[in-house]
């Protein structure tokens, strides 16, 4: 193993395996060649987000533990940029090169049984839940944890995917067939006013870092909008900061994680989920802040110390999903015509609704103007356009807020 076991950092000019091709590890690539690294990608498919940017992208099977060990023994530091990596996977890289986060931390949260539990047997806020086995496991679980509830596959669920909302004790029997009757988490209905994340790095060294608290939107069960930072008081800000860094320390975490809150009426803070990567709602630190989320995973897995996490201006971030795309390209030059918007796209070659294939990023002066800079820069990519549904009712509200035809 070329990674000396005290700790020593792998230098620029080294060369960093990324297990998965999302745009996730594209934006990891781009910190890590900005910095001199050369970058590995290994997944499935090809022509992929981080492909593109990579050295090298290599395409097979995460199952094909002997090709994992060769990508593994090429490089001189393993990371991911998703969590639903298979642990075997994880472990066969392990073999020749060390992997950061661990494997440990993946299986931990990779899974929402093992998730939950850990959280519970550390002392963290988590919301009520039950562990589904069996339909009769439901239906008492029901009984205890009252309506509605969400019931939710243990695991592979992300977006919205693998969640049924269960209103009534009736619906128990179909719910439970709509999500293959399978291990599953039920979790109490939470009547939140607002849900917020953290984003935190820890090193080799312990040392510790985060972004702060930020606003989340989501539409659709997929996030929309990310405001930085969070209009929350400073009593759930050092809460949910402490909390954060609790998790890392208790899960060994060296990389980068996001923990995901509810913020319930009485300003009480309940984790969610737990994504032990760069997460969507940290993508605003890109251009925000002195240092991007990116950026940190880096210096985190290879040893090198964390990076200032200042925000340099309030921001804010909105997704580009497929929808956009529903007809005709959206009109990139009406949203470069916003001085204060970034664009970031994935490369994705096809696009489709909910598919997440880019975001916008806009600073300001305060986190309420970047919100409203985003959106109305996001409503002027189909402006021009016949629209209908979400993007229609997002045009008409910035037109009535006057924000949407940009400079000038």
């Not at 930072?229 to 320390?249: G, H, M, N, Y």
Request: glycine residues 8%; contains cysteine; hydrophobic residues 40%.
């Amino acid at each position: 193993m070329s990674y000396p076991a005290d700790g020593t950092p792998v230098l620029p000019g080294s060369c960093i395996g990324v297990l998965g091709s999302g745009q996730l590890g594209r934006m990891f690539a781009i910190a890590a060649r900005r910095m001199g690294y050369r970058v590995h990608t290994y997944s499935p498919d090809s022509d992929t987000p981080t492909g593109q940017v990579s050295d090298e992208e290599i395409t097979g099977s995460y199952e094909d533990l002997d090709k994992v060990r060769e990508f593994a023994s090429r490089v001189q530091v393993v990371t991911f940029e998703f969590e639903n990596v298979p642990a075997a996977t994880a472990a066969a890289a392990a073999e020749r090169a060390p992997v950061r986060p661990a494997g440990i931390v993946l299986h931990t949260t990779q899974q929402r049984v093992r998730e939950k539990t850990f959280l519970s047997r550390n002392g963290l806020p988590v919301t009520p839940y039950r562990v589904i086995d069996r339909l009769e496991d439901l239906r008492v679980a029901i009984a205890e944890l009252g309506c509605p509830a969400i019931l939710k596959t243990a695991d592979f669920g992300y977006d919205g995917k693998g969640q049924r909302r269960i209103n009534a004790p009736s619906e128990a029997a179909a719910a439970w067939a709509a999500l293959g009757e399978r291990e599953a988490v039920l979790e109490a209905f939470v009547p939140f006013t607002k849900e917020v994340s953290v984003v935190a790095s820890r090193s080799i060294r312990g040392e510790f870092a985060h972004y702060g608290v930020v606003e989340n939107e989501h539409r659709n069960h997929i996030l929309d909008v990310t405001v930085a930072p969070a209009r929350v008081s400073d009593r759930v800000r050092a809460q949910a900061e402490e909390i954060t860094r609790t998790v890392l320390e208790k899960l060994d975490v060296v990389g980068v994680l996001c923990v995901e809150f509810f913020l319930t009426g009485e300003d009480e803070l309940l984790i969610n989920e737990l994504a032990p990567r760069p997460h969507n709602s940290g993508h605003f630190t890109f251009d925000a802040c002195i240092t991007s989320q990116f950026e940190q995973q880096l210096r985190a897995v290879c040893g090198l110390p964390l990076g200032s996490t200042e925000l340099m201006r309030p921001a804010a971030m909105a997704n580009l999903l497929g929808d956009l795309w529903a007809g005709q390209e959206p009109d990139w030059s009406a949203a470069a015509a916003f001085p204060e918007v970034k664009i970031h796209l994935y490369g994705k070659t096809e696009a489709r609704p909910g598919r997440k294939m880019g975001h916008l990023t806009a600073l300001a002066h305060s986190p309420d103007e970047a919100s409203q800079i985003v959106r109305a820069a996001r409503a002027a990519l189909t402006r021009n356009a016949a629209l209908s549904g979400p993007a229609c009712e997002e045009a008409a509200s910035a037109d009535r807020a006057g924000k949407i035809c940009g400079p000038g």
